[in-house]
């Protein structure tokens, strides 16, 4: 198996069976992200105390980009400090954008090939601007690609 294929078979295996889906009942933070261009909708829910993201759960539906992308997400933010996902969300971004990895970022790396198809970096980057809006408390508004 090459590993372009071992990369699709994880982003359909996360777009099919996401980890981390459902409302999160005790979550202090939440986000509404929206992508209008092909329709994909999420809400991130966060349990974060002291700087740390406890837990991290999504709900919505979108393209098996967007799920894969918000799956792996959450899986790489859980047990992280607020600082370490903003610097997660700057490589990961790098990685879709340039289609290259600053430094090892494991199962998302996945996402290398995004950077092919700019319509596609939207799908992939939804939840994380939605993540880093539902950690500035400042934002109420629902996050938008557009």
Known sequence: MSLRELYQEIIIDHGKTP???GKLENANRAQVGHN???GDRLIIYIEENEGIVNQIRFEGAGCAISVASASLMTEAAMGKSVKEVEALFARF???VT???AVDD???LAVFAGVAEFPVRVKCATLA???L???LNPAK???VSTE
């Open 19 to 21: 980890r981390n889906f």
């Open 36 to 38: 209008p261009l092909c």
């Open 93 to 95: 971004h790098q990685l």
């Open 98 to 100: 340039a289609g290259e």
């Open 105 to 107: 970022l494991g199962k």
């Open 128 to 130: 994380w601007h939605t």
């Open 132 to 134: 880093k809006a539902a």
């Open 140 to 142: 109420t508004d629902a």
